[in-house]
C-alpha cells in the first residue's frame, strides 16, 4: 500500500510537470508575441518624450494628482459631510490662490469636476487630511514642460483631451501616443541653450525698447535645421489659460510683416545673378528723390548725389535699390521672389503658417520698385531667415525644418542663386556691418554680416509713421556662413536705453551684437580675430569704413 501511494505520487508530480512545461511551451509559440506588448504597455510613458537635439527633455509624461470633486463618492449620500463653504474654506487654506466665493459656489451645486488640474503631493496629502470623499484626488497622466516657457511655440500643449495642440505636439501627435512607437522620444533640430540664449536677448530688447513684442531665429544654413525659434511674449504649456490662449500667436511664422530694407540684398543679389548689374563701381543717381508716376521715392535722409552698389547697402539707399530694381524688371524681380517662396506660406512642420501679401499678376513698375526695398510685399520672419540662407550658403534655398536631421536626411534644395552672387553678398553683408547700418551689431572676432530694415506699419490704407517694426537678418561667420540669425521687435520705442532711437540700428542689431557671442562657442563657431572674409577688392569702392 506505501510503495502504491508512492508511486501514485511520483506519476501525479510527473503528469503535473509534464502539463506545466507544455503550457510555457504553447506560451511561447503561440502567445509570446503578445506578452511584451502588454508588458511593455504597462512600462511605456502614456506620451512619449520631446526632447532638444542633444536629448535635453522638453516635453515628459509623469502622474500628477489632480484635485477632482466626486458628489457620488457617498454612494447615494450628501456630496460633502460638512458645508460648502466649511469644505472651501479648508481648500483655500491649501491653495490661497483659489478664489473662496467660487469654490463654495462649485461645491454646492453638486456638480462634478476637476477643481484644479495639477496639485503637489505634499498637497495632495493635505487634501486627503480635510477627510471629505468627494474629495480624493485622482493620479493622472499629465504632461510636463520642465524648461517652463522655454520653446513654447515650438512644443505647444496638450489639451485636457490628451491630443496636441498649436506646436509640434500636434505635429507629433500619433507617435508620441501610438504604443509602438511613444516609447522613444522625438528629437527636435532646437538646442535648448541656444534657444534661451535668443529668448533672454529678445527680453532684454523688449525691456529697453518698450517693444510690443518680438521675434528670432537661429537657422542652419547648410541643412535648413532650426536651432531656436521665439515669439514673445510666450505663453507657459504647463498652465494653459485664457492669457495664454492670447500669447500662442506665432510672430515667426504665422504674422506676416513688411520688413523693409533687409530685402534690399536680397534685390541686389537678384540683379547680380541677372546680369543687369555690370559693375559694383558704377554710380546710380540718388539726391532728393526718385519720381515714379504721382509717387516720390526717398531716402530716409540724404546720402548724396550718386551711389555705387556698395555704399547703396552700406547706407540703405531705397531710391538706389528701386533704381536697381527698375533695370531688373518685374517679371524677373517677382520671379526671384517666388524661387525664394515668398508667394506661399513659409515651409516648416508647424500648423500655424501665415500666407505673404502677394500682387498676383503681372507686377506695375512701382510695386517692383517698393518690393525692392522691402514694401508692398509682406512675409514672415521665417521665408527671410531662409531667403537669407540661400544667399550666403552658396546660393541653395532648402525649407526649414524642426526636425533633427541626420547627414542623408538633409534635402538637396533647390539653387536660386549662383555660388558667385552669393560669395559677393557675403562681402557686401560684411560691409554693413563693419562701416554701414550694422554697425551695433558688430560682434569681435565672430565675421558677422547683416542688414537692417525699418518698415512703417499699414494703417488706413497708407502707413503709420509712428509704429515701426525692425528686423536685422544676419549670418555668421561671412567667410564661411554656417548660421543666420534673425531679430525683430514691433513697435519699438525711443528710449534712454537706445539713444532715443526707433530704428533697426538701435534695436536689432544691438540683440544680434550680443547673441551671437553667446551662442556662437556653443555651435562650434570661436572668435578669431586673425579670421575674416576679403574684402580688399570692395575696400577702394567705400573708403575709409570707420
Request: hydrophobic content about 40%; aromatic content about 6%; overall charge positive.
Amino acid at each position: 500500500m506505501v510503495r502504491g501511494r508512492i508511486g501514485f505520487v511520483i506519476i501525479a508530480v510527473v503528469l503535473f510537470t509534464t502539463v506545466l512545461v507544455l503550457r510555457i511551451g504553447m506560451l511561447g509559440l503561440y502567445e509570446s508575441e503578445h506578452l511584451p506588448s502588454k508588458a511593455g504597455n504597462v512600462l511605456l510613458p502614456d506620451r512619449g518624450e520631446i526632447t532638444d537635439r542633444h536629448g535635453v527633455p522638453l516635453a515628459r509624461d509623469f502622474k500628477s494628482y489632480a484635485l477632482w470633486f466626486n458628489p457620488k463618492a457617498m454612494e447615494g449620500g450628501p456630496p460633502l459631510t460638512r458645508s460648502a463653504a466649511e469644505v472651501a474654506q479648508a481648500l483655500v487654506a491649501i491653495f490661497p490662490e483659489m478664489d473662496e466665493a467660487e469654490l463654495t459656489r462649485r461645491l454646492a451645486s453638486g456638480k462634478p469636476g476637476y477643481l484644479r488640474r495639477r496639485i503637489l503631493p505634499a498637497d495632495a496629502t493635505k487634501v486627503f487630511a480635510i477627510g471629505e470623499p468627494a474629495l480624493n484626488p485622482p493620479r493622472e497622466p499629465s504632461r510636463y514642460y520642465p524648461q517652463g516657457k522655454l520653446a513654447a511655440h515650438v512644443l505647444g500643449y496638450v489639451a485636457s483631451d490628451g491630443q496636441g495642440r498649436v506646436g509640434m505636439e500636434q505635429v507629433f501627435n500619433d507617435q508620441l501616443s501610438d504604443p509602438a512607437t511613444r516609447g522613444a522620444p522625438v528629437a527636435l533640430s532646437i538646442d535648448a541653450r541656444v534657444q534661451a540664449a535668443l529668448e533672454d536677448e529678445l527680453m532684454r530688447g523688449i525691456g529697453e525698447a518698450q517693444a510690443l513684442g518680438a521675434a528670432g531665429i537661429v537657422l542652419d544654413v547648410d541643412t535648413g535645421e532650426v536651432l531656436a525659434l521665439a515669439s514673445l511674449p510666450s505663453f507657459d504649456p504647463n498652465k494653459i489659460d485664457g492669457r495664454g490662449m492670447d500669447l500662442m500667436f506665432n510672430r515667426v511664422t504665422n504674422q506676416v510683416y513688411e520688413l523693409g530694407s533687409t530685402f534690399k540684398p536680397l534685390t541686389i543679389a537678384a540683379a547680380l545673378d541677372a546680369g543687369t548689374i555690370t559693375s559694383l563701381a558704377h554710380q546710380y543717381p540718388a539726391g532728393s528723390g526718385l519720381r515714379v508716376g504721382r509717387f516720390t521715392i526717398r531716402d530716409s535722409h540724404s546720402l548724396g548725389a550718386s551711389l555705387n552698389v556698395p555704399k547703396a547697402l552700406m547706407h540703405s539707399s531705397n531710391i538706389v535699390t528701386a533704381r536697381i530694381a527698375d533695370d531688373l524688371g518685374s517679371a524677373r524681380m517677382k520671379h526671384k521672389m517666388e524661387e525664394l517662396g515668398f508667394n506661399e506660406r513659409p515651409v516648416i512642420e508647424l500648423p500655424a503658417r501665415g500666407f505673404p501679401i502677394w500682387r498676383s499678376g503681372d507686377w506695375p513698375r512701382l510695386t517692383t520698385m517698393t518690393v525692392s526695398f522691402g514694401h508692398g510685399i509682406a512675409v514672415t520672419p521665417l521665408h527671410l531667415a531662409g531667403a537669407y540662407a540661400a544667399m550666403v550658403n552658396g546660393g541653395i534655398w532648402r525649407p526649414a525644418t524642426l526636425r533633427r536631421l541626420d547627414a542623408q536626411d538633409v534635402p538637396q534644395g533647390r539653387r536660386v542663386f549662383s555660388e558667385a552672387t552669393s560669395g559677393r553678398m557675403r562681402q557686401m553683408l560684411r560691409l554693413i556691418v563693419k562701416g554701414g547700418t550694422g554697425r551695433r551689431a558688430e560682434a569681435p572676432g565672430f565675421r558677422l554680416g547683416g542688414k537692417t530694415g525699418s518698415a512703417e506699419k499699414p494703417s488706413n490704407g497708407g502707413y503709420a509713421r509712428s509704429t515701426l517694426v525692425t528686423t536685422f537678418a544676419a549670418a555668421f561667420p561671412m567667410d564661411n556662413p554656417r548660421y543666420v540669425v534673425l531679430t525683430m521687435f514691433d513697435e519699438p520705442k525711443g528710449t534712454p536705453a537706445t539713444y532715443y532711437q526707433r530704428t533697426a540700428a538701435w534695436n536689432a542689431a544691438p540683440a544680434v551684437g550680443r547673441l551671437v557671442p553667446r551662442i556662437g562657442p556653443m555651435l562650434g563657431v570661436y572668435p578669431d580675430d586673425n579670421l575674416d572674409i576679403d574684402l580688399a577688392d570692395l575696400a577702394p569702392l567705400v573708403g575709409d569704413m570707420h
